[in-house]
């Protein structure tokens, strides 16, 4: 089963799942009567992404990205230093923190690996867990700012915005985290953003 501290740690690709649990990533296909197998033996892993071909992670001892061939017919390599990502078309999409961790950029990478190349900046906030690309649209998690150097407690917010456009992004959701200290789940679509506090879910519509 997957481990529940963990949620970041579970994604799929087609007929494929893939999850984290006592040291180790399984995979299961949509089978009936398929069992979880051994994907791969390693632990200090999280933050999962799968494409057609490859399985993405974050090595959190050596603070990389990483691919493996989801055929296993050659050995994991490391693309690139470790960001909060997210995989769209042939890129990679990363979120880095700058002027102290408070102020955020949108960054874009080869899949293949190499260097991250800054898009733009975003302005205030500071990195959370999730980025999420449709379409052209990027929305992503970041703790709110209350002050230049002092990022609020408790509080977090997703913000939206286009790749192919200079505008700031625009704020669609603040709220406080879960009893947790994560912030609370959420998926964002074309049209709307999904949250919810536990109890019911919620949706707001997003600027076209």
């Given at each position: 089963?997957?481990d529940?501290s963990?949620?970041e740690s579970?994604t799929?690709?087609?007929?494929?799942?893939?999850?984290y649990?006592?040291?180790?990533?399984?995979?299961?296909?949509?089978?009936?009567?398929a069992?979880?197998?051994?994907?791969l033996?390693?632990?200090?892993?999280?933050f999962?992404?799968a494409?057609?071909?490859?399985?993405?992670?974050?090595?959190?001892?050596?603070?990389m990205?990483?691919?493996?061939?989801?055929?296993?017919?050659?050995?994991?390599?490391?693309i690139?230093?470790?960001?909060t990502?997210a995989?769209?078309g042939?890129?990679?999409y990363?979120i880095?923190a700058?002027?102290n961790?408070h102020?955020?950029?949108?960054e874009?990478?080869?899949k293949a690996?190499?260097?991250?190349q800054?898009?733009?900046?975003?302005?205030?906030?500071?990195?959370?867990?999730?980025?999420?690309?449709?379409g052209?649209r990027?929305?992503?998690e970041?703790?709110?700012?209350?002050?230049?150097?002092?990022?609020?407690?408790?509080?977090?917010?997703v913000?939206?915005g286009?790749?192919?456009?200079?505008?700031?992004?625009?704020?669609v959701?603040?709220?406080?985290?879960?009893?947790s200290g994560?912030a609370?789940?959420w998926?964002g679509?074309a049209?709307?953003l999904?949250?919810t506090?536990?109890?019911?879910?919620?949706?707001r519509a997003?600027s076209?």
């Amino acid at each position: 089963m997957q481990d529940p501290s963990q949620p970041e740690s579970f994604t799929s690709s087609g007929d494929l799942a893939f999850w984290y649990s006592a040291a180790k990533i399984y995979s299961i296909d949509e089978r009936p009567g398929a069992k979880p197998t051994t994907f791969l033996d390693m632990d200090h892993t999280g933050f999962y992404a799968a494409d057609s071909s490859y399985f993405y992670y974050m090595d959190f001892d050596q603070f990389m990205l990483w691919r493996l061939p989801l055929a296993g017919d050659q050995p994991a390599s490391a693309i690139l230093p470790a960001r909060t990502y997210a995989l769209s078309g042939d890129s990679i999409y990363g979120i880095d923190a700058v002027d102290n961790y408070h102020a955020i950029v949108l960054e874009q990478a080869p899949k293949a690996g190499g260097a991250w190349q800054r898009i733009r900046a975003l302005g205030a906030g500071s990195v959370g867990n999730t980025l999420q690309i449709v379409g052209d649209r990027y929305f992503l998690e970041s703790s709110s700012i209350v002050a230049a150097t002092e990022p609020a407690s408790g509080e977090f917010q997703v913000l939206t915005g286009s790749i192919s456009s200079d505008n700031p992004p625009v704020r669609v959701l603040e709220t406080s985290v879960a009893s947790s200290g994560q912030a609370r789940p959420w998926i964002g679509t074309a049209q709307n953003l999904y949250w919810t506090d536990g109890s019911a879910i919620y949706s707001r519509a997003v600027s076209p």
